[in-house]
């Protein structure tokens, strides 16, 4: 159905409204390849780090991370390179000016390339810094005040000299200042001169107004002669009115904490009063609370459920999307066990992976949930374990439903698998009749209506390849062709692949040389002898006559890795990752020139990955590839004598 031209969509308009959205959202976007290379950086974030796009881009990532996190951002990194799900790390980013940024970095796949965001926590880790020296100083205020307060009394009976114990509260870090009866200060330290800027010369002996604002004065004068006939030796100070503040020689009034207590001494009643400057941790709790606002902002924006999950289990932080998935309020669930608020199914389906991740290792899954809707839904999940000072404190969640994602796939392979069933068999017809008139049964043809004849029955006999490669991928990843693995020796397996590939190899010019070892695996015998033919018939249709295709096999410790090295004319380098894809060649003339189906690899890679292992090629251009692939090998005791 085609609608009106309003309700056509504009995509320069949809392109212009994305750069404009992404121009003013908070943090830093990027795209990398898989070489750790921007290929793209908003503005905002090189603007943030002080640098131009262009300086940037021209640079690996990792070249401006701090060298104490480059490890952990080059295994993230690879990490990406190797799966599609979300990947979370952290890392300090060097400015232009030379300074860091703490950066928070999400990122995943698409389309062989790593799109990331970052979110700049600088301000809330210098923050945390400061509120937790802040805090330190704050626990141990109290419990200092009755031993400074016994220091005094102990002082002041010893020492007839003021200035002698001036000296001694000259060496705390604190504001320590004594007040008699009527208020006067008697003694004033270093730590008190620094922070409210009179010397002690100015102090000693006036009010103690001078150091308190206007508004305080008739307040505090009250507290103190109230604090004077109670029976409590100490306290700290605001309790009951709120937030002290304390009053510079400038006239800036500034916040503070502070405690008071009180000695008998032979000139009468005297108060001690401990003060710190607290401007800074304030600033440091409001810049934490910034943070944290914008950082629930951001997430409770996302359409992905996000959260904080601590060493026992419980949830500690969770985004707006919890909502919508578990019908409760969002923020109900802080403090509850995911046991609880999940359910026994899916929390059943879960712990073992949160497990791994509670022990610090990095997890990301698929799974199927129940939901409320439907009977399941499939969601993709990520843990990244939240390590400080060596210990794990707990984890970060990512679940992201990813239920029509497997939903177009099942109907993809249910198509491909519908039509290729059904063009098989009038292929199969067509095939065989072709095949009839080339021998001439029928009658002989002219010279030209034969040619023609061998084209049409070359052309079938390719379409019939291409069809059974399509059906043989698409059971192999559905699942229905079952692995069954036993123990396998590997030079039987490679020598059955090189004896099936010696016609070709023989009619190409071509040797085949292998090079056995007497390891055994666990391997479903018939899969990987088709996998090692795959990559000896692309070896061989690429050699020159005369050249030899090298088949070997190491013995690695847990594995033995496989190789097929030919001498041909290689792969170009933009070409190394792509060339595992379905359909993906590296010249588009090869299928009709070697007749190929660009399944081969595919096929390959789906076997390797069925048995666990891995899958990868080397190549120099003009000189030759290697591909390589390891499977998992059969432990020594249980290898047949």
Same mark, same amino acid.
């Given at each position: 159905?085609?609608?009106?031209?309003?309700?056509?969509?504009?995509?320069?308009?949809?392109?212009?409204?994305?750069?404009?959205?992404?121009?003013?959202?908070?943090?830093?976007?990027?795209?990398?390849?898989?070489?750790?290379?921007?290929?793209?950086?908003?503005?905002?974030?090189?603007?943030?780090?002080?640098?131009?796009?262009?300086? =940037? /881009? @021209? $640079?690996?990532?990792?070249?401006?991370?701090? +060298?104490?996190?480059?490890?952990?951002?080059?295994?993230?990194?690879?990490?990406?390179?190797?799966?599609?799900?979300?990947?979370?790390?952290?890392?300090?980013?060097? #400015?232009?000016?030379?300074?860091?940024?703490?950066?928070?970095?999400?990122?995943?796949?698409?389309?062989?390339?790593?799109?990331?965001?970052?979110?700049?926590?600088?301000?809330?880790?210098? @923050?945390?810094?400061?509120?937790?020296?802040?805090?330190?100083?704050?626990?141990?205020?109290?419990?200092?005040?009755?031993?400074?307060?016994?220091? /005094?009394?102990?002082?002041?009976?010893?020492?007839?000299?003021?200035?002698?114990?001036?000296?001694?509260?000259?060496?705390?870090?604190?504001?320590?200042?004594?007040?008699?009866?009527?208020?006067?200060?008697?003694?004033?330290? $270093?730590?008190?001169?620094?922070?409210?800027?009179?010397?002690?010369?100015?102090?000693?002996?006036?009010?103690?107004?001078? =150091?308190? +604002?206007?508004?305080?004065?008739?307040?505090?004068?009250?507290? !103190?002669?109230?604090?004077?006939?109670?029976?409590?030796?100490?306290?700290?100070?605001?309790?009951?009115?709120?937030? !002290?503040?304390?009053?510079?020689?400038?006239?800036? /009034?500034?916040?503070?904490?502070?405690?008071?207590?009180?000695?008998?001494?032979?000139?009468?009643?005297?108060?001690? !009063?401990?003060?710190?400057?607290?401007?800074?941790?304030?600033?440091?709790?409001?810049?934490?609370?910034?943070?944290?606002?914008?950082?629930?902002?951001?997430?409770?924006?996302?359409?992905?459920? *996000?959260?904080? *999950? &601590? @060493?026992?289990?419980?949830?500690?932080?969770?985004?707006?999307?919890?909502?919508?998935?578990?019908?409760?309020?969002?923020?109900?669930?802080?403090?509850?066990?995911?046991?609880?608020?999940?359910?026994?199914?899916?929390?059943?389906? *879960?712990?073992?992976?949160?497990?791994?991740?509670?022990?610090?290792?990095?997890?990301?899954?698929?799974?199927?949930?129940? &939901?409320?809707?439907? +009977?399941?839904?499939?969601?993709?999940?990520?843990?990244?374990?939240?390590?400080?000072?060596?210990?794990?404190?707990?984890?970060?969640?990512?679940?992201?439903?990813?239920?029509?994602?497997?939903?177009?796939?099942?109907?993809?392979?249910?198509?491909?698998?519908?039509?290729?069933?059904?063009?098989?068999?009038?292929?199969?017809?067509?095939?065989?009749?072709?095949?009839?008139?080339?021998?001439?049964?029928?009658?002989?043809?002219?010279?030209?209506?034969?040619?023609?004849?061998?084209?049409?029955?070359?052309?079938?006999?390719?379409?019939?390849?291409?069809?059974?490669?399509?059906?043989?991928?698409?059971?192999?990843?559905?699942?229905?062709?079952?692995?069954?693995?036993?123990?396998?020796?590997?030079?039987?397996?490679?020598?059955?692949?090189?004896?099936?590939?010696? +016609?070709?190899?023989?009619? %190409?010019?071509?040797?085949?040389?292998?090079?056995?070892?007497?390891?055994?695996?666990?391997?479903?015998?018939?899969?990987?002898?088709?996998?090692?033919?795959?990559?000896?018939?692309?070896?061989?249709?690429?050699?020159?006559?005369?050249?030899?295709?090298?088949?070997?096999? !190491?013995?690695?410790?847990?594995?033995?890795?496989?190789?097929?090295?030919?001498?041909?004319?290689?792969?170009?380098?933009?070409?190394?990752?792509?060339?595992?894809?379905?359909?993906?060649?590296?010249?588009?003339? &090869?299928?009709?020139?070697?007749?190929?189906?660009?399944?081969?690899?595919? *096929? #390959?890679?789906?076997?390797?990955?069925? %048995?666990?292992?891995?899958?990868?090629?080397?190549?120099?251009?003009?000189?030759?590839?290697?591909?390589?692939?390891?499977?998992?090998?059969?432990?020594?005791?249980?290898?047949?004598?």
């Amino acid at each position: 159905m085609v609608g009106s031209e309003q309700e056509q969509v504009n995509p320069s308009l949809i392109e212009q409204d994305l750069e404009l959205f992404l121009a003013i959202t908070p943090g830093l976007l990027c795209i990398l390849d898989f070489d750790g290379c921007f290929k793209r950086i908003m503005p905002q974030a090189a603007k943030l780090l002080g640098y131009d796009v262009a300086t =940037l /881009i @021209a $640079q690996p990532f990792v070249d401006l991370v701090h +060298p104490d996190d480059r490890q952990e951002s080059q295994d993230a990194i690879a990490q990406l390179t190797q799966q599609t799900s979300p990947v979370s790390f952290e890392n300090r980013y060097r #400015c232009a000016n030379g300074g860091y940024r703490h950066l928070v970095w999400n990122a995943r796949t698409h389309d062989n390339v790593i799109y990331a965001a970052a979110t700049d926590i600088t301000e809330q880790r210098q @923050a945390e810094q400061s509120l937790r020296q802040e805090r330190e100083f704050s626990k141990s205020l109290l419990n200092t005040v009755n031993v400074l307060n016994e220091r /005094i009394q102990t002082e002041f009976a010893l020492l007839t000299n003021q200035q002698t114990l001036a000296n001694i509260f000259d060496l705390a870090g604190e504001a320590i200042i004594c007040i008699d009866q009527q208020q006067q200060i008697r003694l004033y330290n $270093q730590a008190a001169e620094n922070i409210f800027g009179y010397t002690a010369a100015e102090a000693v002996g006036q009010p103690l107004d001078l =150091l308190l +604002p206007e508004t305080a004065r008739m307040v505090h004068h009250q507290h !103190v002669n109230k604090f004077s006939k109670s029976s409590v030796p100490a306290r700290r100070m605001g309790e009951h009115r709120g937030q !002290v503040h304390g009053r510079r020689k400038n006239g800036e /009034i500034f916040p503070a904490e502070a405690s008071i207590s009180k000695s008998k001494t032979r000139e009468g009643l005297w108060f001690t !009063v401990m003060l710190q400057d607290v401007t800074e941790r304030l600033q440091a709790e409001a810049a934490i609370r910034r943070s944290e606002e914008q950082l629930r902002t951001t997430t409770n924006a996302l359409p992905v459920l *996000i959260a904080y *999950i &601590d @060493a026992n289990e419980h949830y500690r932080f969770n985004n707006y999307a919890y909502e919508a998935w578990l019908g409760v309020p969002y923020k109900s669930l802080e403090g509850q066990s995911l046991e609880k608020a999940l359910g026994p199914d899916i929390y059943n389906t *879960i712990q073992p992976y949160l497990q791994q991740a509670l022990a610090g290792q990095s997890v990301a899954f698929e799974a199927e949930f129940p &939901d409320m809707d439907r +009977p399941y839904h499939w969601v993709s999940v990520s843990y990244q374990p939240d390590i400080q000072n060596g210990k794990v404190c707990g984890c970060f969640a990512l679940t992201q439903d990813i239920s029509a994602h497997k939903a177009t796939d099942q109907l993809k392979n249910e198509f491909v698998s519908v039509v290729s069933h059904e063009l098989r068999t009038p292929l199969t017809s067509i095939h065989g009749a072709l095949k009839l008139l080339t021998t001439g049964q029928l009658g002989q043809l002219v010279p030209q209506g034969q040619e023609l004849l061998e084209i049409a029955l070359k052309n079938t006999e390719r379409l019939t390849r291409l069809i059974n490669d399509v059906l043989d991928l698409e059971r192999i990843e559905s699942g229905r062709i079952k692995m069954i693995k036993v123990r396998c020796q590997v030079a039987d397996l490679l020598e059955q692949a090189a004896q099936a590939m010696m +016609p070709m190899a023989q009619t %190409h010019g071509v040797k085949v040389e292998i090079a056995p070892t007497d390891a055994y695996i666990y391997a479903d015998p018939d899969h990987i002898e088709q996998t090692l033919t795959n990559l000896l018939s692309n070896a061989i249709k690429f050699s020159p006559g005369g050249e030899t295709v090298l088949l070997r096999a !190491v013995e690695q410790p847990h594995q033995v890795l496989f190789k097929v090295i030919d001498h041909g004319r290689g792969i170009p380098e933009d070409k190394l990752e792509t060339i595992f894809e379905r359909f993906q060649q590296v010249d588009a003339s &090869d299928t009709r020139k070697h007749g190929g189906t660009g399944l081969g690899l595919a *096929i #390959c890679r789906e076997i390797v990955q069925h %048995h666990e292992g891995r899958i990868w090629v080397t190549s120099i251009h003009g000189q030759g590839s290697t591909f390589c692939f390891t499977l998992p090998k059969t432990p020594i005791q249980d290898v047949p004598s």
